[in-house]
């Protein structure tokens, strides 16, 4: 029987075994045998992954949240150049509130009705990819 030196902590010892990716031959105590690894293969590989799953989960939501917010500036914006261009300006406006599933539909002036028609589409629309999206981040 033939007695080595662990790569990892230099202690002798007659079972090494060999990590399949970086060849270091080591103790029980630093190998991983289900990875068939040596630790720290296996912490590298393991924080590797990790760091890109988090990234890949976390950034979603936050470019998400970014664009509706620079669609909402962007329409803004957009208000107020029209407002600024025509000086007289009658201006309609609607609105669909949900609380619950009870719908609260508010308008004014005399386009109102295109107005209201027009939240409605566009919350069934959001609800829609609402739940795309809920489907699609639980994993189809």
Known sequence: MQVEKCD??????AALET???????????????QEGMCVV?????????????????????FRLFFLGLLLMLVGIVVLIVAAGLQGG???????????GPIPIVLGA???SFFAIVLAAVL???GF???????KYASGR
């Open 109 to 111: 002036g005399p386009h």
């Open 8 to 13: 990892i902590c230099g202690r002798l010892t």
């Open 19 to 33: 990590c399949r990716l970086c060849k270091r031959r080591v103790c029980e105590a630093h190998f991983k045998h």
């Open 123 to 125: 919350t069934i629309i």
């Open 41 to 61: 293969c296996y912490s590298r590989l393991s924080l590797g992954t990790q760091a890109a799953e988090e990234a890949s989960q976390s950034a979603t939501p």
């Open 89 to 99: 300006i009658s201006v309609s406006g609607g609105s669909v509130i949900f609380v």
């Open 128 to 134: 829609v990819v609402f739940l795309w999206m809920r």
